[in-house]
């Protein structure tokens, strides 16, 4: 078939590409790119994206910012303090859960008072009317492991399961058995699972001078000092994400290819090989219809392909998703049909969750079924679905109105308010 030159054909190198992403159309990946003034991650799984990230230099989060703050206010009605990072900018600081401060002022200290310097690092970003909420529990993060200032000791992911994870845990224990686990906390994140030990105490041991240094320079530096910059969202996805989800990372921008080149060379240089330029003409976001996803990821109406939908509606405080038959039309009983219908709901809702970055308290109103047998197995196949969320989700109960409550941990902004 030929290709006209200067007419609507596309260019045959063009198309080669095309047909070379469409072969690969099942892998894992991520991709970066600009987008209205931000940098847009795609996380692209089985042939449809699952999340989206959206980051914007003039609102980026501040989530993982280190500071030296000075203590404004002391609120004893509500056990807390405010303290000042940068100037006018205040921070929430919980004295009831932070009870190992980290004081930069001279001097004895058995209290919190106002004028303290503090070192502080960002837990939560600001939500609404709610200031950012500060932490003295300073963490340092590496592909493998998390170093903590405040509880010390050794601890596992949670996720780490399955055979030979009790001898696994053991040989790590023994590979740091010099580690200041009495000083310090270390977490092993999942993405450690079936990592050669050595590995992991050589990240562990590059936390533990980072942090030192940290400590040391804080002490001389002035209140609104920012000690360290947490590393932006879009790297961080690359850093966090486990091996089998990330067969491939591409970058359409030389400048966002070079700076996640250089950051994983330093901290994670295995990761190197799976980084790639995108270099032709035809967009990431055309070729993988990016905009029109982004689109049906901000709509409030999702379709089902029985013919169901789900109604998804953020409010001040709770998300509720609303499950409704449509043109669902089922051949077996009412009661099989809204079973069947909900099954398909829960795997949409699981899926809309993360893609959305739906957090807090998520309510679910399904199909009113009468059988118990039916409400069990749906909520297990929730449970089960929603196990797969990298960000800590719980399905608490299904109600006696038949509302399912979900909690998800809020991260980062939901994708909607992103973009609002």
């Known amino acids: ?34 987008y209205r003034g931000g940098i847009l991650t795609a996380v692209w799984e089985n042939g449809r994206v699952i999340q989206f990230e959206w980051e914007q230099p003039a609102s980026e989060s501040k989530i993982g910012n280190i500071y030296v703050g000075i203590v404004k206010k002391i609120v004893p009605s509500i056990n807390a303090a405010f303290v000042e990072v940068e100037s006018g900018l205040n921070g929430y600081y919980s004295l009831e859960e932070n009870t190992h401060h980290l004081f930069l002022t001279p001097g004895n200290h058995d209290r919190v008072k106002e004028g303290d310097l503090l070192l502080v690092q960002v837990e939560r970003d600001p939500v609404k009317t709610k200031l950012m909420v500060l932490t003295a529990r300073i963490n340092l993060t590496g592909r493998y492991t998390a170093l903590t200032c405040g509880h010390p000791g050794l601890a596992f992911s949670s996720k780490i399961k399955g055979v030979g994870t009790q001898a696994f845990k053991d040989h790590i224990r023994e590979t740091l058995n010099d580690f200041p686990v009495d000083e310090y906390g270390l ?35 002035t209140s609104g ?11 961080q996805g690359v850093r966090d994400a486990k091996d089998d989800e990330l067969e491939e990372v591409v970058c359409e921008e030389k400048a966002q290819y070079e700076e996640l080149i250089a950051f994983v060379r330093e901290v994670c240089p295995d990761l190197e090989r799976r980084i790639r330029l995108y270099e032709d003409d035809y967009s990431l976001m055309k070729l993988y219809r990016l905009e029109s996803a982004l689109e049906e990821a901000l709509s409030e109406r999702v379709w089902l392909k029985s013919g169901g939908f789900l109604v998804i509606q953020p409010t001040e405080a709770l998300t509720v998703i609303d499950v409704n038959s449509g043109k669902s039309v089922g051949k077996k009983t009412s009661e099989e049909t809204f079973f069947h219908l909900n099954l398909e709901a829960a795997k949409e809702i699981a899926h809309q969750i993360r893609l959305r970055n739906l957090s807090g308290i998520i309510i679910v109103d399904f199909i009113d079924m009468d059988e118990e047998e039916h409400k069990l197995s749906l909520m297990a196949e929730l449970k089960r679905l929603l196990e797969t969320d990298p960000v800590k989700t719980n399905v608490i109960d299904m109600t006696p109105l038949g509302l399912v409550e979900i909690t998800r941990k809020r991260v980062r902004r939901p994708l909607a308010e992103q973009f609002k």
């Not at 590059?206 to 320079?217: F, G, I, P």
């Open 1 to 34: 078939m030929a290709l006209r030159e200067g007419g609507n054909w596309l260019h045959w190198k063009i198309w080669a590409r095309i047909l070379i992403d469409k072969a690969k159309n099942y892998m894992n990946k991520r991709l970066i790119t600009s």
């Open 187 to 221: 977490i092993v994140r999942t993405n450690a699972a079936g990592v050669e030990p050595e590995r992991i105490a050589t990240e562990a041991n590059a936390l533990l001078a980072q942090m030192e240094k940290l400590l040391r320079e804080a002490a001389c530096r």
């Open 225 to 235: 000092s920012l000690m360290m910059k947490a590393v932006p969202a879009w790297i």
